[in-house]
């Protein structure tokens, strides 16, 4: 059965989707099979996954409303390697109708109930705020996964999605735990990121993944090839740190 990891922070720009893009590759490199979801109606998992958002005949916003099986829906990546539910705008209207649904936090644990066992890790991109289709993600997911940049407002945004993993934990799903902590953008020259970063490991513990995600430019340029950095520029900062991060995941996992 997969491990189901949401990757959640309602803080924008702190590298959610990059995570996902690169440790679903990364997972992939590590011989796992990997479904990655995006829920952003961006849509920019999809696009940096190499597939055109624009020209999906079917995307996860006609999974979740149940006008599409899974399989009309998945797509597969190349050379990534990781199986995709694609997105785009529509995804707004499935938030729209998921809300008046009875149980609508159901849809997408629903749609993958049936799917599971045909991999070891799937991993959800969220939307940057804590809506119906986060809140569908944390209602599917086992752990979550929250990116975090070492800078100033990173620990007051932090509080806030906490509780609210807590909350669905004790009313929908009890599975629920926060799986960890990914330092992201991380300067080491920077005194700031230092004294996040050591807050963070104060705080949380164990729960602060070793791995830390540095800045790096061939990380930044790999989206706009529709390439995962490890397809990009495998032997980059940003490809071995992902790679580092999939290894300390599944040694987590295991």
């Known amino acids: 059965m997969a491990n189901v990891f949401a990757v959640t922070n309602q803080k924008g720009g702190v590298g959610k989707t990059t995570t996902c893009v ?33 020209n999906c005949e079917q995307s996860v916003c006609d999974l979740l409303l149940g006008d599409a099986t899974f399989s009309d829906v998945k797509v597969s990546t190349d050379p990534a390697g990781y199986d995709l539910l694609p997105a785009n705008a529509e995804l707004t209207t499935a938030e729209v109708q998921l809300l008046q649904q009875d149980k609508g936090q159901f849809s997408l644990k629903n749609a993958l109930s049936d799917v599971l066992d045909q991999y070891d890790y799937v991993l959800m991109d969220c939307p940057p705020s804590l809506n119906m289709l986060t809140v569908n993600a944390l209602t599917a997911a086992q752990g979550v996964i929250i990116p975090v940049q070492c800078e100033y407002y990173a620990l ?36 700031l990121t230092r004294d996040v970063s050591s807050q963070l490991t104060e705080h949380f513990g164990d729960r602060v993944y070793n791995t830390v995600i540095p800045r790096n430019v061939r990380l930044a340029e790999a989206p706009s090839h529709g390439l995962p950095v490890l397809s990009y520029d495998e032997k980059s900062k940003g490809s071995l740190a992902y790679l580092a991060l999939a290894g300390e995941l599944v040694r987590r996992t295991n």
Do not use: C
């Open 22 to 54: 690169n440790l679903a590759a990364s997972l992939v490199a590590t011989k796992r099979k990997v479904l990655l979801i995006d829920l952003d109606p961006q849509g920019n998992a999809t696009m940096g996954s190499g597939v055109d958002k624009y």
């Open 156 to 191: 007051e945004g932090l509080s806030s999605l906490i509780q609210t993993i807590q909350q669905v934990s004790e009313s929908i799903n009890p599975e629920l735990q926060v799986e960890g902590l990914l330092r992201t953008m991380f300067d080491p020259r920077n005194s």
